[in-house]
T-cell receptor, first 117, second 117 residues
Framework: DQQVKQNSPSLSVQEGRISILNCDYT??????FLWYKKYPAEGPTFLIS?????DKNEDGRFTVFLNKSAKHLSLHIVPSQPGDSAVYFC????FGAGGTSYGKLTFGQGTILTVHP | DAGITQSPRHKVTETGTPVTLRCHQT?????MYWYRQDPGHGLRLIHY???????DKGEVSDGYSVSRSKTEDFLLTLESATSSQTSVYFC????????????????FGSGTRLTVV
């Protein structure tokens, strides 16, 4: 029972255009949402996050949008660059929850982004 | 410069043999996690630790055990390796369940690629 789903295994985009990566979740108790980027033979690295009290968070070329009613988040990369080619994971968790969550993150399956020059 | 290291980086082992993977951190973080990455499944939590000698199971804990006898080390043991445990294993650390973890995410190690033949 996948609580976090990234339904697109791959995405191909031209350099300079927008990349949009999507993620759906099922548990309305999740209140923090994160995106990670992973290059081959390396560990995932944190990219950007958003809490459930916001609907948008921006950091340079990266913007994350959260639609709580649809239980959907997306990552926009504008403009896309060849160096953005990587696997992108969305992740979610419950902040606090009386300590019982222990900061556990649930990850999606990942989307392979390829940005062509 | 890495605050988290995993060893070994690569290992090939035979079915039925015990295997121990090590995660070592220099950040003095309380929380440590073991994930495995498999195609189509993304990152799945195996076990986690919320302090020395305090550990609990994640979503795919069968066939794995962990130990944490000191803050800096978190060991993952496959008691009797099977081919289904061929995977890339990632260790992650975080300061806690607070806002910092969710605003800045975990820090991941570089991974251990384990092949069970």
């Amino acid at each position: 029972d996948q609580q976090v789903k990234q339904n697109s295994p791959s995405l191909s985009v031209q350099e300079g255009r927008i990349s949009i990566l999507n993620c759906d979740y099922t548990n309305s108790m999740f209140d923090y949402f994160l995106w990670y980027k992973k290059y081959p033979a390396e560990g995932p690295t944190f990219l950007i996050s958003i809490s459930s009290i916001k609907d948008k968070n921006e950091d340079g070329r990266f913007t994350v949008f959260l639609n709580k009613s649809a239980k959907h988040l997306s990552l926009h990369i504008v403009p896309s660059q060849p160096g953005d080619s990587a696997v992108y994971f969305c992740a979610t968790g419950r902040f606090g929850a009386g300590g019982t969550s222990y900061g556990k993150l649930t990850f999606g399956q990942g989307t392979i982004l390829t940005v062509h020059p | 410069d890495a605050g988290i290291t995993q060893s070994p980086r690569h290992k090939v082992t035979e079915t039925g043999t015990p295997v121990t993977l090590r995660c070592h951190q220099t950040e003095n973080h309380r929380y440590m996690y073991w994930y495995r990455q498999d195609p189509g499944h993304g990152l799945r939590l195996i076990h986690y630790s919320y302090g020395v000698k305090d550990t609990d199971k994640g979503e795919v804990s069968d066939g794995y055990s962990v130990s944490r006898s000191k803050t800096e080390d978190f060991l993952l043991t496959l008691e009797s390796a099977t081919s289904s445990q061929t995977s890339v294993y990632f260790c992650a650390i975080s300061e806690g369940t607070g806002l910092r973890t969710f605003n800045y995410g975990y820090t991941f190690g570089s991974g251990t690629r384990l092949t069970v033949v």
